[in-house]
């Protein structure tokens, strides 16, 4: 049975300590550690100005030796105190060299400094001026890259484009479904508490078809796509941002608004309006699982009601306002994406300042074009 790492201290001097070593230094044996050393050179009167460590003695050794002399190292370079070793495993001693010269890299740790609220504020407001302005860039690139396809310049793979309008559509059915079923089921149930009260249970129909057809299938298959879709957009351009393929791209002459962009806005901006037609039926039935529950109401009657209610304008600006949320939720994604760092955390941050982004986006635009109908059809 091996015997398990132990240490002894001699002290020739009284500014000199010995760290002698013995046994099996190994990761799973009960290794001294070195706060015991810390803790024999911090009560030491007068101080300790020299350590040395003596592995004479060492019989085998593993990551618990580098770990523990790593902490002394560490120890004796704060408290400004020599340190000298004999019978260190040449092994050893490379690889302490190794650790310690190798530095620290950059911005992977942020320190922790306080500042005053105008300097936020001043801060904050730049970074939003710089944003939009690169958000403006991003979006005139985007639009010419959109009309070199119109000319069928455009240099992107069609095999591409289909994979994923798959990922944009059919994969996206579960989760369209579930939302919008239960928004309608919300809807229904809202509304039939406060039309009851005035006898008038029936125009549930009419306040869920009107509000899922114009507006909340949009919206919510908007705000899904953004978290399902665009997240994923930002995350796979971010990582191909770190892994320079973005710039292998650059260097075959190759846009990237065309090859990695134009596609993905494309299959959003085709299936949104798909995916928004299809979460309308489906928050009409979660309505009608509700309103045919209630008695009084038959199915017949309510189908009849909701065809009564909505109407093609409705339905039209539903459908382009999804269409709008698509470009809105693809061009979010794929900007943060490339607007991404070249760390793994940078990545994250990507995907998560594309889902902000896009519906951020959606909430505006949704009031732009709610505005502009109303005046439309006054």
């Keep these: ?12 001097s009284e500014d000199t300590l010995w760290v002698i070593l013995s046994g099996h230094w190994k990761l799973g044996k009960d290794l001294p550690s070195a706060d015991v050393v810390m803790q024999k050179v911090k009560g030491a009167a007068p101080a300790v100005r020299d350590i040395g460590i003596d592995a004479q003695g060492l019989a085998d050794w593993d990551t618990g030796l580098l770990i523990f002399l790593a902490d002394i190292q560490t120890f004796c370079a704060q408290g ?30 942020k320190a922790e400094e306080r500042v005053s609220f105008l300097v936020n504020l001043g801060n904050e407001t730049v970074n939003f001026f710089r944003s939009s302005s690169e958000m403006l860039e991003f979006v005139g690139e985007t639009t010419v ?12 793979r069609r095999s591409d484009l289909g994979l994923i309008i798959e990922a944009c559509s059919g994969q996206a059915l579960p989760i369209v479904t579930l939302i919008s079923f239960l928004v309608g089921m919300i809807l229904a149930f809202v509304g039939v508490i406060q039309l009851k009260m005035f006898g008038a249970e029936l125009y549930v129909a009419n306040l869920v078809g009107v509000a899922m057809v114009r ?23 971010g990582t191909m941002q770190v892994n320079q393929e973005i710039d292998a791209l650059k260097t075959l002459g190759l846009s990237p608004m065309e090859f990695l962009v134009l596609p993905r806005m494309l299959a959003l ?8 037609l299809y ?38 600006i539903g ?6 949320f698509g470009v809105i939720v693809a061009l979010s994604g794929c900007m943060r994406g490339i607007q991404c760092g070249r760390s793994a955390s940078a990545v994250g941050d990507a995907a998560t300042s594309a889902v902000v982004t896009a519906i951020v986006g959606i909430i505006v635009a949704t009031a732009i074009i709610t505005i502009i109908t109303n005046l439309l059809r006054v």
């Design 1 to 12: 049975m091996s015997t398990p790492g132990k240490l002894l201290f001699e002290q020739p």
């Design 80 to 109: 400004k105190i020599r340190l000298k070793s004999k019978g260190l495993p040449q092994g050893v001693v490379n690889l302490l060299k190794l650790a310690a010269a190798v530095p620290e890299q950059k911005d992977t740790r």
């Design 145 to 156: 890259a959109f009309f070199r396809m119109l000319r069928g310049k455009a240099q992107y």
């Design 215 to 237: 507006l909340m299938a949009a919206i919510m298959t908007g705000i899904v796509m953004a978290g399902r879709t665009g997240g994923a957009f930002a995350a796979q351009l």
């Design 269 to 276: 901006a085709l299936m949104m309006p798909l995916l928004a």
């Design 279 to 316: 979460a309308n039926v489906m928050g009409v039935l979660g309505g009608a699982v509700v309103a045919v529950s209630m008695p009084g109401i038959s199915l017949i009657q309510y189908y009849h009601q909701t065809t009564g209610a909505v109407s093609l304008w409705d339905l039209g």
């Design 319 to 324: 459908l382009f306002s999804s269409a709008v």
